[in-house]
């Protein structure tokens, strides 16, 4: 507490803070998805970017291949995984009272990391890959996070692209809106929700892959990501995807202030004390309603 | 049936009130930890399986419970009994700074408010060490109290059990089950749903904490990691789905199968043994919501109200 905060100490925390952000941004922009669509919150998200992260680690370990190369396995793979799990078992409850569908995918998560703990025990791994950080000015930039911030940004560019312009995602908006309507307008919604599961499941993956570089790997790691995701569409507003965005890199900057002025333990409290106060002051999120 | 269920509880009971004079002392620290999860399964069971509002960071509660209680034996020479009830009052405290807020709204907002709390709280404990020993735990004097404690657990889990019967047959109950069936028909017809919704987890929180204060005083040392753990949250969840949600003798039909079944056979295998519980969840969710009582009630025409 007695350190005096610099301007440089503030800029290094805004960098890193949108740098996180990015990430957490893309990660949520599939629980956003999923909600939106089917109006599901999808507990074993973070799961998903547990199985991304050990993709990535078994890709390095295994195959000795550029870490940031495993994207092409990791969210393809999440995105088959994402489309069975809906196919098989989500599917039966996304009509059915909210308490089924959190229910079923907390059983789904408990399933997944304990049998990832039983396949790659709980040691904690990491992928070493540029370790080291470039200097701009009076700021450091690790080097890893800012290389997977600019993919971070570039897949989330490339899903709204996706979502805004071809014909399934204006089909996955539409659902989205309605899906009543959109099934009139002969859009195959079962369809459109397999698409959207395993798309959100893809990017909760290249998430996965993309915080294997920085951080240690373990099988219970994803299930903060699924709380800060959640979070980062509260802050957004739920349903809302650019909401998504801007909530992703407001988290990510409010807990990098956090971790200036306190201690790493009491920074992790942070996050949820923003959720509750934005559920107290204003529930509907920063942006409010719905919007695709 | 309506002259032998009583006869048979109160047998049952009193079975249970000699039982410690001729088991050993494993097996009274075995029927201890059956008490302990019926008492957590149905404390859930108010929140969750009444009003249909999940908590998935019920333990939590269990954790604040035993540190509270175990600071007060240390620091302040309280009897373990009443620090287990103040354990219990903290808990409360705990469950209004969150309920409050997030029982507002409607959704799953409160699922996921409630997924963060554990860590959260287990990061706050870690930090306060000057109060809570941080990492290395609170160690208590070591009493030989198991008798004791073994009464008080019953005591905690009978009297859960009774709560749960006086609320599901009266009109708080049908109150808080119109809350789950239909939010919106539950308000038009005049029910403070926010309310309601807080009475259920403030009731809900009171137990897991007077546990969480037995429990410390039992084990004798509780640090972060023993008394959060993940795990208990999903037992209890896991007890409460399969012996049938928002029943009466559903909790206690789940704790006791599952407990048994997990001291007799999981226990050497942890990690099948977590995913043996999340595949029950699965299944319970999609092929018998309503559990094996729930079952049973359909099948054999059973009264609502058991």
Request: proline share 3%.
């Amino acid at each position: 507490m007695s350190v005096s905060i610099t301007a440089e100490m503030v800029g290094q925390v805004i960098i890193s803070g949108l740098l996180a952000g990015a990430l957490y941004s893309m990660v949520a922009l599939g629980l956003a998805l999923i909600f939106g669509v089917m109006r599901v919150i999808n507990i074993a998200h973070g799961t998903f970017l547990m199985l991304g992260a050990y993709t990535t680690f078994w890709w390095s370990q295994l195959l000795g291949i550029n870490p940031y190369l495993s994207l092409l396995a990791s969210m393809p793979l999440m995105f088959l995984l994402g489309v069975l799990l809906q196919r098989t078992l989500v599917t039966r409850v996304v009509n059915a009272p909210e308490l089924s569908s959190l229910l079923l995918t907390f059983g789904i998560s408990i399933a997944l990391v304990n049998l990832a703990q039983l396949a790659f025990t709980s040691d904690l791994r990491s992928v070493e890959y540029l370790t080291g950080a470039w200097l701009v000015g009076p700021i450091a930039l690790s080097k890893s996070r800012v290389i997977s911030f600019a993919f971070a940004v570039a897949i989330t560019l490339f899903a709204f692209w996706f979502l805004q312009k071809t014909k399934l995602g204006k089909a996955i908006r539409a659902t989205s809106q309605s899906s009543e309507v959109a099934l009139v307008c002969g859009i195959n919604v079962q369809r459109i929700h397999l698409y959207s599961f395993g798309i959100a499941s893809a990017l909760a993956a290249a998430g996965g892959s993309l915080v294997a570089v920085m951080i240690a790997i373990q099988p219970e790691m994803g299930q903060v990501y699924t709380f800060k995701s959640f979070l980062v569409i509260v802050l957004g507003g739920a349903g809302n995807l650019p909401g998504a965005l801007l909530g992703g890199m407001l988290l990510g900057l409010v807990e990098q202030l956090a971790s200036l002025f306190l201690t790493t333990q009491l920074s992790e409290a942070v996050a949820y004390v923003l959720l509750v106060l934005v559920l107290l002051l204003r529930p509907a999120g920063l942006l409010g309603g719905r919007s695709t | 049936m309506k002259r032998v269920a009583p006869a048979v509880l109160v047998i049952g009971l009193l079975l249970l009130v000699l039982y410690p004079l001729m088991a050993s002392g494993y097996e009274i620290r075995f029927m201890l930890q059956l008490f302990m999860w019926v008492a957590l399964a149905q404390s859930w069971n108010l929140i969750s399986g009444l009003t249909g509002y999940v908590s998935f960071g019920h333990v939590a509660f269990f954790g604040t419970g035993a540190y509270a209680a175990a600071i007060l034996v240390t620091s302040h020479g309280w009897h373990w009994a009443p620090a287990s009830m103040m354990g219990g009052v903290a808990a409360v405290i705990l469950a209004l700074i969150i309920g409050y807020p997030c029982l507002r709204l409607k959704g799953p907002y409160f699922a996921i408010a409630t997924l963060g709390l554990n860590e959260v709280v287990r990061a706050l404990v870690s930090y306060f060490e000057s109060v809570t020993g941080g990492g290395s735990g609170i160690s208590l004097p070591p009493i030989a109290a198991t008798g004791q404690i073994y009464y008080a657990m019953g005591l905690a889990a009978l009297a859960v059990t009774a709560a749960a019967h006086l609320i599901i047959t009266s009109r708080v109950g049908l109150r808080f089950m119109t809350i789950r069936e239909d939010e919106i028909a539950a308000e038009a017809m005049g029910i403070d749903t926010a309310r309601y919704k807080l009475y259920a987890f403030l009731l809900s929180a009171f137990i897991p904490g007077v546990v969480g204060g037995l429990f410390a005083q039992d084990t004798g040392y509780i640090e972060p990691i023993s008394v959060f753990p993940l795990l208990t949250t999903i037992t209890m969840i896991v007890m409460v789905l399969f012996g049938g949600k928002g029943t009466i003798w559903g909790p206690v039909l789940g704790a006791v199968t599952l407990f048994v079944l997990q001291e007799m056979v999981w226990v050497r295998f942890l990690y099948l043994h977590q995913i043996l519980f999340g595949a029950i969840i699965v299944v319970v969710v999609l092929l018998m919501p309503k559990g094996i009582l729930g079952m049973l009630q359909e099948r054999y025409r059973l009264p609502r109200t058991i």
